[in-house]
T-cell receptor
Framework: KAGVTQTPRYLIKTRGQQVTLSCSPI?????VSWYQQTPGQGLQFLFE???????NKGNFPGRFSGRQFSNSRSEMNVSTLELGDSALYLC?????????????FGPGTRLTVL | DQQVKQNSPSLSVQEGRISILNCDYT??????FLWYKKYPAEGPTFLIS?????DKNEDGRFTVFLNKSAKHLSLHIVPSQPGDSAVYFC??????????FGKGTLLTVNP
């Protein structure tokens, strides 16, 4: 069974630009969660999608948005990039919903904002 | 407000000895706890979990202990191996809420 895939793996953008990251969950998984990882901050929850609906949202500004498609693939978008948005963005999928269902993580997208 | 805390950013142990990683939480409503391991350039991988109704769960070399009264859990790795060197994240879950992660502890196992 293929794992969670994320594209692109690396991305370099400049301040003010916008970026779209993609995540394909494990086949059959309907929940997709997004996390931001920065040095010293651990994994910060961005949002979770289940059956194309946002179920939970973390404490991030509105510049961070996401969506999920009918095939469970998910995208997240960051508009008006800031230097502080430089981070590893991780996507995780699970069968039903996050939490006590084991989440499977993708390798992440390393975003660098210059 | 950080509800899940891993107060040790790093830990170094000798191969063959025990590694103990600690995690504290503040929300008594958490009902499930998980540990994830992360190697550089890879996503975290699930390691072991424990329900709040248990106080211990064991899986091979890995054991997680939960002390609800102290709001504390720990991950024991015995014996530690160099391949265990990674960042370990503690995470907590409350029904219908998001999974909350700690900041992680970098474990280095020296040969």
């Amino acid at each position: 069974k293929a794992g969670v895939t994320q594209t692109p793996r690396y991305l370099i953008k400049t301040r003010g630009q916008q970026v779209t990251l993609s995540c394909s969950p494990i086949s059959g998984h309907r929940s997709v969660s997004w996390y931001q990882q920065t040095p010293g901050q651990g994994l910060q929850f961005l949002f979770e999608y289940f059956s194309e609906t946002q179920r939970n949202k973390g404490n991030f500004p509105g510049r961070f948005s996401g969506r999920q498609f009918s095939n469970s693939r998910s995208e997240m978008n960051v508009s008006t990039l800031e230097l502080g948005d430089s981070a590893l963005y991780l996507c995780a999928s699970s069968l039903v919903t996050s939490g006590n269902n084991e989440q499977f993580f993708g390798p992440g997208t390393r975003l660098t904002v210059l | 407000d950080q509800q899940v805390k891993q107060n040790s950013p790093s830990l170094s142990v000798q191969e063959g000895r025990i590694s103990i990683l600690n995690c504290d939480y503040t929300n008594s409503m958490f009902d499930y706890f998980l540990w994830y391991k992360k190697y550089p350039a890879e996503g975290p991988t699930f390691l072991i979990s424990i329900s709040s109704i248990k106080d211990k769960n064991e899986d091979g070399r890995f054991t997680v202990f939960l002390n609800k009264s102290a709001k504390h859990l720990s991950l024991h790795i015995v014996p530690s191996q160099p391949g265990d060197s990674a960042v370990y994240f503690c995470a907590a879950f409350r029904s219908n809420y998001k999974l909350t992660f700690g900041k992680g502890t970098l474990l280095t196992v020296n040969p």
